[in-house]
């Protein structure tokens, strides 16, 4: 159910560039940390060979991803899953390392249950702002908390902020990282309202789009409160649930 999305490279000046272009172009925006000559648009489904294992779903055509951030918590992350489980619904968990080390049986339930687990940083650092050790010490011990409950590593990294430099695309391919932003903001930790949740993330999506929600952070009771919603009308609109993988 996975899919590599791909980069935009050129495109990541500075976060209000990024946004302005996700915008324009109406297309995934995910910063290119490894290879920015590649095309922005992600991979088209796989066509399901002859001899396919029956058991095996395509991939949605007309889709969006689903990514949450600054979890895992212990109040929140919970309510997400079970709401996600509810609608058959997968998700990207974009995972801050220390609430990692905190909760690790939730890093490794959001795995489980299917849903993709990556790097948000360690303490949600700014990485504009970081030495090259720390900028590493953020990165790798994420890594670490999150492969020692999934037997995975992370390839895909969030920029806290969607903060993005040229230093930090450097940094992050030396690392092996794709740097992944979004292209729908919910704005959910602004605490708008449910509806206003809703209604943001209803209006502004289209195939492809990568929506920002949040599991932990913060008091995230209006993003539980707003998801059934925002799934139920995702479906009616023929909508599909990819995950990220870099
Ligand atoms: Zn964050």
Sequence with gaps: MDVRLTRAGNRMIGLAMMMLVSAVIGTVVVAAAKSPAKPVTPEPPAAA???????????????VVLTFDDGPDIEYTPKVLDILAKYDAKATFFEVGQNVQKHPELTKR???AGHSVENHTWNHADLRKLSATAFRQQVMSTDQAIRAQIGSTPGCLRPPYGGVSATVRQRATALGKDLVVWTVDSRDWTKPGTAAIVQ??????HSGSVILMHDGGGNRSQTVAALPTILKTLKAQ????????C
């Excluded at 060979?49 to 889709?63: F, H, N, Q, R």
């Design 110 to 112: 959001i795995h489980a």
């Design 238 to 245: 023929g909508y599909g649930f990819r995950t990220l993988t």
């Design 49 to 63: 060979p002859a001899a396919a294992a029956p058991t095996k779903t395509p991939l949605p055509t007309k889709y």
């Design 200 to 205: 943001r993330v209803v209006k502004n999506v």
